[in-house]
C-alpha cells in the first residue's frame, strides 16, 4: 500500500458538517469527533463539494468503527485513496484482465420533446421494459414524449427512468419534499432488550442488497473483520465480475424466499445474525416477512439498516432507483451539465457515500446496543444524500483529475484466479476475494 503524502490538513467545512449530522443522525451527538485530517486531493472536481461528501462518508464510518473498538487518536485519510475507492468498480481486475463494468447503451440521457430523460438498462428485465415502451429505436421514439410521461409509462412497465429535472422541480416534487423533510440518515430503537456487546470481528451480517450503496456498507463491514454473507435470489442473478468489487471479503449465496424451505434457512440465520442490511426497494422483502417491524418482533436482537433510492415516504418509496436516476430527478445532473446535455458527478458518489454512511449507522446502533441496549433500525437513501449535496454549500473546486490507482490495489485469491481491487480506505485490506461458490452453504462461520 501506498504511505499518504505529506501536508495533513484539517477537515474541510462539508466535511465536519457531515460528520455532525451522522453523530445527530445516530443519536450520539454527545461524542465528540475525534481529529480528522485529510492528505492530498481526491480528484473528485465538478460544481459540487463532492470530495466533502467521499472524505466525510468514509471518515463517520471509521470513527464509528473507532468509538466502537476503543481505539484511540484521530482518523488520517489519504485522499487519492478515497477518490480512487470511489471509482472501485473501475479498477477490477481477474487474472490481469480488466473486469470493470460499464453502463449499458440504453444506460444514458435521451433527448425528449420538452428536455431529458436517464433510462437504466443495465439489467434485462428492465431493457426489455424500455423497448417495451419505446420500441428498437429509442432515440427516435423518445423524442416524440414528454419526458415525465415517458417516466411513469417506463416504469408502469416494470422498467427505470426518471425525467432531468432541475432542483426548483425536485423540491416542488411530491418525492423532493418527503426526501427534504427526512435527516441525511436515521436510528431509533426499534425494541427493548438486554445490553450487548458485540466486537466488529466475526460480527454476523446478513447482506440483502444489490448493486452499489448496500454492497459498497457490507464489504466496509467486512473489512472491518465481520462475517458478510449475502443472499441473493435465483431469478434475477447479478453479473459475477460486477461481485468482484462489490463483494470483496463476503461470502454469497443463492437462495429463493418464495420456497417454505428458504424461508427457514432464511430465519435460522437471522437467529445467529447480528446485524441485518437491506437494499431493496421499501416493502420488496415485506411479503417474506423481512419487514423491519417484523424482524424487530421475531428477532428483537437484531440491528437492522436499511437502503433505498426515494426513501422510506413519499410516493415513490417504491420505486426503482439507482444513482444515476437520482442525480437526474434531483437536478443534480443539470447543475453537473452544460447547455448543451445534462452531466453527472465524477463518480457515482451517492453509491458509495450512502455505503459508507449505512456501515457508520450499523456501527453507531452497535454502540448504542452496548450502552443502552435493545434492536435498533437505521434508514438511508440516495435521495437524502442527493438532498445533502444540494444544500451543502460550495468549496474550492477540486483538481478533478484522475488519480493513478496502482498503489491503492490489492490482490485477493479466488476460485477464478487472482482478484484485484481497490484496498478499502482507512480499514483493514480484505483477506479474500468475493465468495461466489455455487455451492456455497447458507451458513454462518464457527
Same mark, same amino acid.
Given at each position: 500500500?501506498?504511505?499518504?503524502?505529506?501536508?495533513?490538513?484539517?477537515?474541510?467545512?462539508?466535511?465536519?458538517a457531515l460528520l455532525t449530522a451522522?453523530?445527530? +443522525?445516530?443519536?450520539?451527538?454527545?461524542? $465528540?469527533?475525534?481529529? %480528522?485530517? !485529510?492528505?492530498?486531493?481526491?480528484? /473528485?472536481? +465538478?460544481?459540487?463539494?463532492?470530495?466533502?461528501?467521499?472524505?466525510?462518508?468514509?471518515?463517520?464510518?471509521?470513527?464509528?468503527?473507532?468509538?466502537?473498538?476503543?481505539?484511540?487518536g484521530g482518523v488520517h485519510l489519504?485522499?487519492?485513496?478515497?477518490?480512487?475507492?470511489?471509482?472501485?468498480?473501475?479498477?477490477?481486475?481477474?487474472?490481469?484482465?480488466?473486469?470493470? @463494468? +460499464?453502463?449499458?447503451?440504453?444506460?444514458?440521457?435521451?433527448?425528449?420533446?420538452?428536455?431529458?430523460?436517464?433510462?437504466?438498462?443495465?439489467?434485462?428485465?428492465?431493457?426489455?421494459?424500455?423497448?417495451?415502451?419505446?420500441?428498437?429505436?429509442?432515440?427516435?421514439?423518445?423524442?416524440?414524449?414528454?419526458?415525465?410521461?415517458?417516466?411513469?409509462? !417506463?416504469?408502469?412497465?416494470?422498467?427505470? $427512468?426518471?425525467?432531468?429535472?432541475?432542483?426548483? #422541480?425536485?423540491?416542488?416534487?411530491?418525492?423532493?419534499?418527503?426526501?427534504?423533510?427526512?435527516?441525511?440518515?436515521?436510528?431509533?430503537?426499534?425494541?427493548?432488550?438486554?445490553?450487548?456487546?458485540?466486537?466488529?470481528?466475526?460480527?454476523?451480517?446478513?447482506?440483502?442488497?444489490? %448493486?452499489?450503496?448496500?454492497?459498497?456498507?457490507?464489504?466496509?463491514?467486512?473489512?472491518?473483520?465481520?462475517?458478510?454473507?449475502?443472499?441473493?435470489?435465483?431469478?434475477?442473478?447479478?453479473?459475477?465480475?460486477?461481485?468482484?468489487?462489490?463483494?470483496?471479503?463476503?461470502?454469497?449465496?443463492?437462495?429463493?424466499?418464495?420456497?417454505?424451505?428458504?424461508?427457514?434457512?432464511?430465519?435460522?440465520?437471522?437467529?445467529?445474525?447480528?446485524?441485518?442490511? #437491506?437494499?431493496?426497494?421499501?416493502?420488496?422483502?415485506?411479503?417474506?416477512?423481512?419487514?423491519?417491524?417484523?424482524?424487530?418482533?421475531?428477532?428483537?436482537? @437484531?440491528?437492522?439498516?436499511?437502503?433505498?433510492?426515494?426513501?422510506?415516504?413519499?410516493?415513490?418509496?417504491g420505486r426503482r432507483g439507482f444513482?444515476?436516476? %437520482?442525480?437526474?430527478?434531483?437536478?443534480?445532473?443539470?447543475?453537473?451539465?452544460?447547455?448543451?446535455?445534462?452531466?453527472?458527478?465524477? !463518480?457515482?458518489?451517492?453509491?458509495?457515500?450512502? +455505503?459508507?454512511? $449505512?456501515?457508520?449507522?450499523?456501527?453507531? $446502533?452497535?454502540?448504542? #446496543?452496548?450502552?443502552?441496549?435493545?434492536?435498533?433500525?437505521?434508514?438511508?437513501?440516495?435521495?437524502?444524500?442527493?438532498?445533502?449535496?444540494? &444544500? &451543502?454549500?460550495?468549496?474550492?473546486?477540486?483538481?478533478?483529475?484522475? !488519480?493513478?490507482?496502482?498503489?491503492? /490495489?490489492?490482490?485477493?485469491?479466488?476460485?477464478?484466479?487472482?482478484?484485484?481491487?481497490? &484496498?478499502?480506505?482507512?480499514?483493514?485490506?480484505?483477506?479474500?476475494?468475493?465468495?461466489?461458490?455455487?455451492?456455497?452453504?447458507? #451458513?454462518?462461520?464457527?
Open positions: 500500500m501506498a504511505s499518504p503524502p505529506d501536508g495533513a490538513r484539517d477537515v474541510s467545512g462539508s466535511v465536519h451522522v453523530r445527530g +443522525g445516530t443519536g450520539r451527538p454527545d461524542v $465528540a469527533p475525534a481529529t %480528522v485530517q !485529510v492528505l492530498g486531493e481526491t480528484g /473528485l472536481g +465538478g460544481p459540487f463539494p463532492v470530495s466533502g461528501l467521499a472524505l466525510g462518508s468514509v471518515a463517520a464510518q471509521l470513527l464509528a468503527a473507532n468509538e466502537l473498538t476503543g481505539a484511540c489519504d485522499a487519492r485513496h478515497v477518490g480512487v475507492a470511489f471509482r472501485s468498480e473501475r479498477f477490477v481486475r481477474l487474472e490481469g484482465r480488466s473486469v470493470g @463494468l +460499464g453502463f449499458a447503451p440504453l444506460s444514458r440521457f435521451w433527448r425528449t420533446a420538452d428536455g431529458w430523460l436517464r433510462l437504466h438498462g443495465n439489467y434485462p428485465h428492465h431493457r426489455d421494459a424500455v423497448l417495451g415502451v419505446l420500441g428498437e429505436d429509442v432515440e427516435r421514439a423518445a423524442a416524440t414524449w414528454r419526458a415525465e410521461d415517458l417516466e411513469a409509462a !417506463v416504469v408502469d412497465a416494470g422498467g427505470a $427512468a426518471a425525467a432531468v429535472r432541475t432542483p426548483e #422541480q425536485w423540491r416542488a416534487h411530491p418525492q423532493g419534499i418527503a426526501a427534504a423533510e427526512l435527516p441525511l440518515l436515521s436510528l431509533r430503537r426499534s425494541v427493548d432488550g438486554p445490553l450487548r456487546r458485540r466486537e466488529l470481528r466475526g460480527l454476523r451480517v446478513l447482506d440483502l442488497t444489490r %448493486v452499489i450503496a448496500g454492497p459498497v456498507a457490507t464489504r466496509t463491514l467486512a473489512s472491518h473483520g465481520a462475517d458478510v454473507l449475502r443472499i441473493d435470489g435465483p431469478r434475477i442473478p447479478e453479473d459475477p465480475d460486477a461481485l468482484l468489487d462489490t463483494g470483496s471479503g463476503k461470502r454469497h449465496v443463492t437462495m429463493d424466499f418464495t420456497t417454505p424451505g428458504g424461508r427457514r434457512t432464511v430465519d435460522a440465520l437471522l437467529s445467529g445474525a447480528d446485524v441485518v442490511v #437491506q437494499g431493496y426497494r421499501p416493502g420488496a422483502l415485506d411479503a417474506f416477512g423481512l419487514a423491519p417491524e417484523a424482524l424487530a418482533e421475531r428477532h428483537p436482537h @437484531l440491528v437492522v439498516v436499511r437502503l433505498s433510492a426515494w426513501g422510506s415516504t413519499g410516493p415513490w418509496r444513482d444515476s436516476l %437520482v442525480q437526474a430527478a434531483t437536478g443534480i445532473a443539470l447543475r453537473a451539465g452544460s447547455a448543451q446535455a445534462p452531466g453527472t458527478l465524477p !463518480v457515482q458518489a451517492l453509491d458509495h457515500a450512502t +455505503g459508507h454512511l $449505512a456501515a457508520a449507522v450499523v456501527l453507531g $446502533a452497535l454502540a448504542r #446496543q452496548r450502552e443502552e441496549g435493545g434492536g435498533w433500525y437505521g434508514e438511508l437513501s440516495l435521495a437524502q444524500t442527493a438532498h445533502w449535496l444540494l &444544500a &451543502a454549500p460550495a468549496e474550492p473546486r477540486d483538481d478533478g483529475v484522475e !488519480v493513478d490507482a496502482t498503489p491503492y /490495489l490489492q490482490e485477493l485469491p479466488s476460485a477464478r484466479g487472482t482478484v484485484g481491487v481497490v &484496498a478499502p480506505p482507512g480499514s483493514p485490506p480484505w483477506t479474500a476475494a468475493a465468495g461466489l461458490s455455487p455451492t456455497a452453504a447458507p #451458513q454462518w462461520r464457527s
